[in-house]
């Protein structure tokens, strides 16, 4: 998959869990990418807070090999 939609699906999941399903409250998001995704992996997505609205995050794939590290996000 193109990393932006890799990343895209993330940040859906930080949005749903944290943000209560409304993408306005989504202030910020940094990622990046750490190897390709191919079609028919199933991706994980892992979630720390780390207080102030603040969540650190990495993606693997189905192979527990990391697909997007040193994520963050802020939710307002």
Known sequence: LH???TMAFAQRDIIDQYGGGDPSRLASLGV???RPVF???TLTLKVW???NGQLHFVTENSSGKAVIV???ATIR
């Open 39 to 41: 079609p028919g992996e």
């Open 32 to 34: 990046r990418f750490a």
């Open 70 to 72: 040193n994520g963050t």
């Open 49 to 51: 807070e780390a207080g």
């Open 3 to 5: 990393g932006l939609c």
